[in-house]
Protein backbone atom coordinates (compact mmCIF):
# COMPACT_ATOMS: atom_id res chain seq x y z
CA UNK A 1 0.00 0.00 0.00
CA UNK A 2 2.80 2.25 0.34
CA UNK A 3 6.23 2.92 -1.60
CA UNK A 4 8.72 5.45 -0.75
CA UNK A 5 6.65 6.89 1.57
CA UNK A 6 3.77 7.63 -0.66
CA UNK A 7 0.05 6.95 -0.13
CA UNK A 8 -2.20 4.77 -2.62
CA UNK A 9 -5.72 5.26 -2.21
CA UNK A 10 -7.08 1.79 -0.89
CA UNK A 11 -9.31 -0.88 -2.75
CA UNK A 12 -12.55 -1.56 -1.53
CA UNK A 13 -12.92 -2.54 1.90
CA UNK A 14 -13.98 -6.25 2.64
CA UNK A 15 -15.41 -7.30 5.54
CA UNK A 16 -13.70 -9.44 8.59
CA UNK A 17 -12.99 -12.78 7.99
CA UNK A 18 -15.75 -13.90 9.55
CA UNK A 19 -18.73 -11.60 8.38
CA UNK A 20 -20.48 -12.61 4.75
CA UNK A 21 -21.67 -9.65 2.47
CA UNK A 22 -25.70 -9.53 2.06
CA UNK A 23 -26.78 -10.82 -0.96
CA UNK A 24 -28.93 -7.31 -1.25
CA UNK A 25 -27.32 -4.62 1.62
CA UNK A 26 -29.03 -2.38 3.31
CA UNK A 27 -26.89 0.80 3.66
CA UNK A 28 -27.54 4.52 4.82
CA UNK A 29 -25.29 7.34 4.32
CA UNK A 30 -25.87 11.14 5.62
CA UNK A 31 -25.23 14.11 4.35
CA UNK A 32 -22.40 12.55 2.17
CA UNK A 33 -20.77 14.37 -1.36
CA UNK A 34 -20.31 12.07 -4.43
CA UNK A 35 -18.23 9.59 -3.73
CA UNK A 36 -16.63 9.22 -6.68
CA UNK A 37 -14.93 12.63 -6.54
CA UNK A 38 -12.23 13.06 -3.74
CA UNK A 39 -11.46 17.14 -4.20
CA UNK A 40 -11.41 18.32 -0.38
CA UNK A 41 -12.27 21.77 0.52
CA UNK A 42 -9.42 22.75 2.95
CA UNK A 43 -10.30 26.03 5.33
CA UNK A 44 -7.29 27.54 6.41
CA UNK A 45 -7.38 29.11 10.36
CA UNK A 46 -11.03 29.99 10.19
CA UNK A 47 -12.48 26.71 12.01
CA UNK A 48 -12.97 26.98 15.56
CA UNK A 49 -12.72 23.78 17.79
CA UNK A 50 -15.29 24.77 19.74
CA UNK A 51 -17.66 23.98 17.04
CA UNK A 52 -16.69 20.29 17.04
CA UNK A 53 -16.74 20.02 20.95
CA UNK A 54 -19.63 18.87 22.93
CA UNK A 55 -18.06 21.28 25.82
CA UNK A 56 -18.67 23.95 23.63
CA UNK A 57 -14.85 25.02 24.14
CA UNK A 58 -11.39 25.66 21.81
CA UNK A 59 -9.98 27.86 19.56
CA UNK A 60 -9.24 28.20 15.68
CA UNK A 61 -6.96 25.48 13.91
CA UNK A 62 -4.63 25.86 11.51
CA UNK A 63 -6.24 23.72 8.89
CA UNK A 64 -9.36 21.82 9.09
CA UNK A 65 -11.27 19.64 6.57
CA UNK A 66 -14.06 17.12 6.84
CA UNK A 67 -14.02 13.70 4.90
CA UNK A 68 -16.98 10.91 3.84
CA UNK A 69 -14.69 7.95 3.10
CA UNK A 70 -11.21 6.38 3.59
CA UNK A 71 -9.93 7.71 0.16
CA UNK A 72 -10.60 10.93 1.07
CA UNK A 73 -9.08 10.23 4.57
CA UNK A 74 -6.27 9.11 3.36
CA UNK A 75 -5.71 12.08 0.66
CA UNK A 76 -6.38 14.38 4.11
CA UNK A 77 -3.53 12.32 5.65
CA UNK A 78 -1.02 12.27 2.80
CA UNK A 79 -1.68 16.30 2.25
CA UNK A 80 -0.93 16.76 6.04
CA UNK A 81 2.37 14.32 5.24
CA UNK A 82 3.60 16.05 2.20
CA UNK A 83 3.36 19.45 4.39
CA UNK A 84 5.05 18.20 7.42
CA UNK A 85 1.86 18.91 9.50
CA UNK A 86 0.23 17.56 12.60
CA UNK A 87 -3.09 16.29 12.31
CA UNK A 88 -5.57 14.57 14.41
CA UNK A 89 -8.92 12.98 13.03
CA UNK A 90 -12.18 13.74 15.60
CA UNK A 91 -15.75 12.82 15.71
CA UNK A 92 -18.46 14.75 17.71
CA UNK A 93 -15.80 15.55 20.24
CA UNK A 94 -17.46 14.38 22.85
CA UNK A 95 -14.78 13.48 25.44
CA UNK A 96 -12.24 16.29 23.96
CA UNK A 97 -10.95 19.60 25.85
CA UNK A 98 -9.42 21.38 23.04
CA UNK A 99 -7.05 24.30 23.90
CA UNK A 100 -8.16 28.09 24.07
CA UNK A 101 -5.31 28.59 21.91
CA UNK A 102 -7.14 26.02 19.16
CA UNK A 103 -4.45 23.37 17.12
CA UNK A 104 -1.40 24.68 15.25
CA UNK A 105 -1.87 21.46 12.74
CA UNK A 106 -4.79 20.13 10.32
CA UNK A 107 -7.96 19.08 11.74
CA UNK A 108 -9.77 16.14 10.16
CA UNK A 109 -13.27 15.78 10.68
CA UNK A 110 -14.68 12.21 10.60
CA UNK A 111 -17.80 11.92 8.42
CA UNK A 112 -17.59 8.50 7.56
CA UNK A 113 -20.88 7.43 8.33
CA UNK A 114 -22.71 4.82 6.70
CA UNK A 115 -24.68 1.60 7.77
CA UNK A 116 -24.64 -1.99 6.28
CA UNK A 117 -26.92 -4.80 7.59
CA UNK A 118 -24.92 -7.77 6.72
CA UNK A 119 -26.80 -10.06 8.38
CA UNK A 120 -29.50 -10.32 10.94
CA UNK A 121 -27.29 -9.14 14.44
CA UNK A 122 -24.49 -8.46 12.13
CA UNK A 123 -23.79 -4.69 11.42
CA UNK A 124 -21.27 -2.89 9.77
CA UNK A 125 -20.60 0.57 10.70
CA UNK A 126 -18.65 4.11 9.40
CA UNK A 127 -16.36 5.64 12.41
CA UNK A 128 -18.23 8.72 12.14
CA UNK A 129 -21.89 6.72 12.19
CA UNK A 130 -23.42 8.24 15.52
CA UNK A 131 -23.35 5.26 18.48
CA UNK A 132 -26.25 6.74 19.95
CA UNK A 133 -28.35 6.18 16.66
CA UNK A 134 -26.71 2.62 15.88
CA UNK A 135 -27.66 2.26 19.48
CA UNK A 136 -31.35 3.05 18.80
CA UNK A 137 -31.86 1.19 15.93
CA UNK A 138 -30.02 -2.13 16.66
CA UNK A 139 -32.61 -2.50 20.00
CA UNK A 140 -35.41 -1.34 18.19
CA UNK A 141 -34.78 -4.23 15.88
CA UNK A 142 -34.74 -6.79 18.62
CA UNK A 143 -31.16 -6.73 19.12
CA UNK A 144 -28.93 -6.58 22.60
CA UNK A 145 -25.44 -5.16 22.95
CA UNK A 146 -25.77 -1.38 22.19
CA UNK A 147 -28.66 -0.90 24.37
CA UNK A 148 -26.35 1.38 26.48
CA UNK A 149 -25.46 2.93 23.32
CA UNK A 150 -28.45 5.11 22.86
CA UNK A 151 -27.30 7.82 25.47
CA UNK A 152 -23.74 7.90 23.94
CA UNK A 153 -23.56 11.15 21.93
CA UNK A 154 -20.19 10.21 20.18
CA UNK A 155 -19.54 7.82 17.03
CA UNK A 156 -18.49 4.57 16.12
CA UNK A 157 -14.76 5.25 16.08
CA UNK A 158 -14.94 7.10 19.17
CA UNK A 159 -16.49 4.17 20.93
CA UNK A 160 -14.68 1.86 19.85
CA UNK A 161 -11.35 3.56 20.94
CA UNK A 162 -12.73 4.18 24.28
CA UNK A 163 -14.12 1.20 24.83
CA UNK A 164 -17.37 3.02 26.33
CA UNK A 165 -19.95 1.55 27.88
CA UNK A 166 -22.79 2.04 30.85
CA UNK A 167 -25.13 0.08 32.77
CA UNK A 168 -22.97 -3.27 32.41
CA UNK A 169 -22.49 -3.31 28.99
CA UNK A 170 -18.88 -2.30 26.84
CA UNK A 171 -19.17 -1.50 23.04
CA UNK A 172 -16.01 -4.48 23.37
CA UNK A 173 -18.17 -7.05 23.82
CA UNK A 174 -20.36 -6.68 20.42
CA UNK A 175 -17.27 -5.54 18.66
CA UNK A 176 -16.28 -8.41 15.79
CA UNK A 177 -14.00 -6.57 14.18
CA UNK A 178 -12.66 -3.08 13.31
CA UNK A 179 -11.08 -1.72 10.02
CA UNK A 180 -8.19 1.10 10.30
CA UNK A 181 -5.53 3.26 8.59
CA UNK A 182 -2.24 3.72 9.62
CA UNK A 183 0.05 6.98 9.64
CA UNK A 184 1.68 5.93 6.79
CA UNK A 185 -1.69 4.79 4.75
CA UNK A 186 -2.25 0.96 5.53
CA UNK A 187 -5.04 -0.59 6.11
CA UNK A 188 -5.35 -3.17 8.10
CA UNK A 189 -8.86 -5.31 9.67
CA UNK A 190 -8.31 -6.62 13.15
CA UNK A 191 -10.63 -8.99 14.46
CA UNK A 192 -11.76 -9.10 18.06
CA UNK A 193 -9.26 -12.11 19.12
CA UNK A 194 -6.56 -9.77 18.30
CA UNK A 195 -7.79 -7.14 20.28
CA UNK A 196 -7.42 -7.11 24.50
CA UNK A 197 -9.73 -4.56 25.73
CA UNK A 198 -10.11 -2.76 29.24
CA UNK A 199 -12.35 -0.65 31.12
CA UNK A 200 -12.17 2.44 29.46
CA UNK A 201 -9.31 1.41 27.13
CA UNK A 202 -8.34 0.11 23.56
CA UNK A 203 -4.84 -1.65 22.15
CA UNK A 204 -5.93 1.52 19.99
CA UNK A 205 -5.06 4.25 22.44
CA UNK A 206 -1.33 2.95 22.24
CA UNK A 207 -1.08 2.24 19.11
CA UNK A 208 1.26 5.01 17.71
CA UNK A 209 0.78 4.37 14.03
CA UNK A 210 -2.93 4.45 14.37
CA UNK A 211 -4.09 7.23 11.93
CA UNK A 212 -7.83 6.81 12.42
CA UNK A 213 -10.96 3.49 12.62
CA UNK A 214 -12.47 3.72 9.31
CA UNK A 215 -14.96 1.06 10.17
CA UNK A 216 -16.24 -1.43 12.89
CA UNK A 217 -18.81 -4.37 12.75
CA UNK A 218 -20.57 -5.72 15.45
CA UNK A 219 -22.27 -9.01 16.11
CA UNK A 220 -25.27 -8.97 18.54
CA UNK A 221 -27.51 -11.45 20.13
CA UNK A 222 -31.21 -11.72 19.99
CA UNK A 223 -33.58 -10.08 22.64
CA UNK A 224 -36.78 -9.62 23.12
CA UNK A 225 -36.39 -6.85 25.78
CA UNK A 226 -33.54 -4.83 24.29
CA UNK A 227 -36.08 -1.80 23.94
CA UNK A 228 -37.43 -2.37 27.13
CA UNK A 229 -34.03 -2.49 28.70
CA UNK A 230 -32.93 0.78 26.72
CA UNK A 231 -36.34 3.05 27.71
CA UNK A 232 -34.89 1.77 31.51
CA UNK A 233 -31.16 3.14 30.56
CA UNK A 234 -32.34 6.34 28.98
CA UNK A 235 -34.97 7.31 32.21
CA UNK A 236 -32.06 6.26 34.63
CA UNK A 237 -29.79 8.48 32.67
CA UNK A 238 -31.70 11.27 32.99
CA UNK A 239 -32.47 11.43 36.31
CA UNK A 240 -28.87 10.33 37.59
CA UNK A 241 -27.21 13.10 34.39
CA UNK A 242 -27.37 16.69 33.29
CA UNK A 243 -28.86 15.93 30.32
CA UNK A 244 -28.86 18.68 27.83
CA UNK A 245 -25.53 20.67 29.56
CA UNK A 246 -23.02 20.98 27.81
CA UNK A 247 -20.42 18.27 28.68
CA UNK A 248 -18.03 15.75 27.82
CA UNK A 249 -19.54 12.86 30.07
CA UNK A 250 -17.78 11.56 32.37
CA UNK A 251 -14.01 13.27 33.20
CA UNK A 252 -12.62 10.53 35.63
CA UNK A 253 -12.53 7.12 34.87
CA UNK A 254 -13.66 5.29 38.16
CA UNK A 255 -10.36 3.74 39.85
CA UNK A 256 -10.15 -0.08 40.49
CA UNK A 257 -10.13 -1.62 43.88
CA UNK A 258 -11.99 1.08 45.74
CA UNK A 259 -15.15 1.49 47.49
CA UNK A 260 -16.44 4.61 45.74
CA UNK A 261 -16.52 5.64 42.16
CA UNK A 262 -15.35 8.70 40.81
CA UNK A 263 -18.52 10.79 41.16
CA UNK A 264 -18.68 9.79 44.70
CA UNK A 265 -15.51 10.59 45.66
CA UNK A 266 -15.71 14.41 44.26
CA UNK A 267 -19.28 14.80 46.11
CA UNK A 268 -17.83 13.24 49.21
CA UNK A 269 -14.96 15.71 49.07
CA UNK A 270 -17.64 18.65 48.44
CA UNK A 271 -16.97 19.78 45.23
CA UNK A 272 -20.46 19.37 43.58
CA UNK A 273 -21.46 22.76 42.31
CA UNK A 274 -17.72 24.31 42.69
CA UNK A 275 -17.11 26.75 39.67
CA UNK A 276 -13.88 27.88 38.10
CA UNK A 277 -14.88 30.62 36.21
CA UNK A 278 -17.89 29.53 33.29
CA UNK A 279 -16.25 25.90 34.29
CA UNK A 280 -18.46 23.83 36.91
CA UNK A 281 -19.27 20.37 38.23
CA UNK A 282 -22.67 19.62 38.04
CA UNK A 283 -25.08 19.20 41.07
CA UNK A 284 -26.53 16.45 39.60
CA UNK A 285 -23.30 14.13 38.92
CA UNK A 286 -20.00 15.32 39.99
CA UNK A 287 -18.10 13.14 37.56
CA UNK A 288 -19.67 15.75 34.91
CA UNK A 289 -18.11 19.24 34.61
CA UNK A 290 -20.48 21.95 33.17
CA UNK A 291 -19.40 24.78 30.51
CA UNK A 292 -22.34 26.83 32.05
CA UNK A 293 -20.88 29.94 31.20
CA UNK A 294 -18.28 30.30 28.10
CA UNK A 295 -15.97 28.20 29.87
CA UNK A 296 -12.57 28.87 28.65
CA UNK A 297 -9.93 25.31 28.82
CA UNK A 298 -7.65 26.94 31.39
CA UNK A 299 -10.74 27.16 33.70
CA UNK A 300 -11.91 23.86 33.19
CA UNK A 301 -8.13 22.28 33.40
CA UNK A 302 -8.28 24.55 36.82
CA UNK A 303 -11.38 22.43 38.01
CA UNK A 304 -10.59 18.99 36.96
CA UNK A 305 -6.79 19.53 39.11
CA UNK A 306 -8.88 20.75 41.57
CA UNK A 307 -10.94 17.87 42.06
CA UNK A 308 -7.75 15.68 41.51
CA UNK A 309 -6.04 17.14 44.22
CA UNK A 310 -8.98 16.91 46.50
CA UNK A 311 -9.95 13.52 46.00
CA UNK A 312 -6.49 12.42 46.80
CA UNK A 313 -5.54 14.03 49.73
CA UNK A 314 -8.92 12.74 51.12
CA UNK A 315 -8.64 9.42 49.46
CA UNK A 316 -5.40 8.71 48.46
CA UNK A 317 -6.63 7.86 45.32
CA UNK A 318 -5.02 9.61 41.68
CA UNK A 319 -8.31 9.48 39.36
CA UNK A 320 -7.18 9.21 35.68
CA UNK A 321 -8.68 11.65 32.59
CA UNK A 322 -11.59 9.59 30.48
CA UNK A 323 -11.44 12.79 28.28
CA UNK A 324 -8.37 13.78 26.38
CA UNK A 325 -6.65 17.01 26.65
CA UNK A 326 -6.02 18.72 22.81
CA UNK A 327 -3.36 21.02 23.48
CA UNK A 328 -1.61 23.24 20.17
CA UNK A 329 1.21 21.25 19.67
CA UNK A 330 -1.16 17.55 20.38
CA UNK A 331 0.28 14.28 18.57
Given at each position: ?26 S ?9 Q ?17 W ?21 I ?43 G ?19 E ?19 YM ?103 I ?65
Amino acid sequence: MISSGTLTLLPKIPICSRARFPTNPISCCFNSPNRTQNRLHFVHGEKRLSDLSTWGIGGPCKLFVQVFDQHQLLTAIRHCNEQSMRYIVVGKGSNCLFDDLGFDGCVILNCIVFLDKIEPGLYRAGSGYPVNRLGFQTASEGFTGLEFAGGIPGTVGGAVYMNAGANGQETSEAVECVELITTKGEYRILEKSNLSFGYRSSPFQGMNDLAAITAVTFRLDVSQSSRKNQQEYLERRKLTQPVGERSAGSVFRNPRGTEFSAAQMIDKVGLKGCKVGGAMISNKHANFFINFNNATSREMLVLIGLAKEAVFQKFGVKLREEILYIHPHYR
